[in-house]
């Protein structure tokens, strides 16, 4: 890989960085919003701890702030995950090992 890609990742990661904190800023204010009660349930729910039924009456009682959490969760996680690939390509590039796949680090979870 050549300075192009290195400058790419590390732009890919100082963007990722800056959307983190927006979102774990966003998070913090809509929990203290909800509230700590809440805020468990709808944890719960999103790991999928209760039984299908207490699942679908939570889905029904879902408003905008209950929502808008969810979701910004979700893309907390999702951009972690892509900054740990990010960090990964970085180390490899800085470690000038041209002959490490990186694509083997980001094998999905299994659940």
Known sequence: MG???????????RALD???RELEDEAARLE????D???????????????PVDIEEIRRTLDFDDRRLITVWIRL???R?????????AMTLNA???DID?????KPKKQ
């Open 102 to 106: 990186i694509t083997t680090f980001d």
């Open 32 to 35: 203290e919003l909800i509230g």
């Open 3 to 13: 300075p192009e890609d290195r400058a790419f990742i590390e732009e890919a990661a």
């Open 81 to 89: 995950a892509r900054r740990v690939a990010a960090g990964r390509s």
């Open 77 to 79: 996680e999702r951009n």
């Open 37 to 51: 009660e809440r805020v468990q349930e709808l944890g719960a729910y999103l790991r999928r701890e209760f039984e």
């Open 96 to 98: 000038g090992r041209d």
């Open 18 to 20: 800056a959307s983190l």
